[in-house]
């Protein structure tokens, strides 16, 4: 068994530590979209494989008999590639998918179908927008310049920032509510722009936001190809045969 981990979510950093304490002969895979990726217990790569075909001759090369795609819900790109990949190779795939965020009574959410969406769901009296978005899609809003942008990025932007008003804050999560709580309120923020990306580790915003009784704006996640989907880590580790390692937890 060689396994190839597609890594950059706090579900894969679990999901390595699960597969180096099994001993599981794997590798894990950043894109290299950050300047210092957080470390991981597996031996790692970083950077795009060159698309399906780049793909398809790794898998190939590095004989890999498994792949668990443990990346974002908003990484169609390789999810879709990774699947298109592992169909061309018959190489076994599995999704590691965290669930949607589900609003809880109070909350003052609006879904919209796609990140291109939440631009019109923002007022045209300006406000102050807390863009927890990241930096790849920030250039959607500068149809909207009229907001105060408060940008959270992972690594200090290089080059102009293409909005008028921003703070930028420089943080890697995952992110506690004490102190989103503060971000929010130190910032003024009047309303929130996320990804439903599920998980824990985005998550303090929204409680956050609850809690001042502040609307978010959440794109919902786009369509992804493949059936073969594990919720948590155990369920990966089953399906790689490896049940006694899954009962201990990680
Ligand atoms: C490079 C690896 C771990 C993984 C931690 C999770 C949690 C913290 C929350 C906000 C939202 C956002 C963003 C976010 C979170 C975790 C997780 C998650 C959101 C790192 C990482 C990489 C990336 C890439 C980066 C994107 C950006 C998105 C920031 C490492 C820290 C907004 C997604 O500068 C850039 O180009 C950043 C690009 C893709 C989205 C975007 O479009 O800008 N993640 N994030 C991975 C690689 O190279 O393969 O640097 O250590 C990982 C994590 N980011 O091990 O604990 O699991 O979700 N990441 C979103 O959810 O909307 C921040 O600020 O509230
Ligand atoms: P994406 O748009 O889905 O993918 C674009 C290209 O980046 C892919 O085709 C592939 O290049 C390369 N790539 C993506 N993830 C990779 C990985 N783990 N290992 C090797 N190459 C990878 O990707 P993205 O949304 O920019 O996400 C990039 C990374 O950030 C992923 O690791 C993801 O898990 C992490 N992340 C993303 C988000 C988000 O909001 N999108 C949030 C948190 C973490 P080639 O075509 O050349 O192979």
Redesign the pocket.
Known sequence: MRVLL????SE?SQMAKALSQAAVNSVF??????NAPVPQPLPT????????A??AAYLRREAITHVID????????????AYAACTQTATPLIRLERPAWQAQSGDDWTFVPTLEDTVAALPDEPARVFLA??K?HIGLFATKPQHHYLLRLVDVPVGDLPLPYTAVVIARGPFDVAQDLALLQDHEITHIVA?N?GGRG?EAKLTAARQLGLPVILADRPALPGQNIAADIGAVMAWLGHDQVALRGV
């Open positions: 597609l890594g950059g979510t894969a895979s950043y894109a290299g979209r950050t790569r970083v950077g795009g494989f060159g698309g399906v780049g793909l443990a990346t974002h819900p908003f990484a169609a790109g390789m999810s879709r590639n978005i990241g790849q990804k990306a985005a």
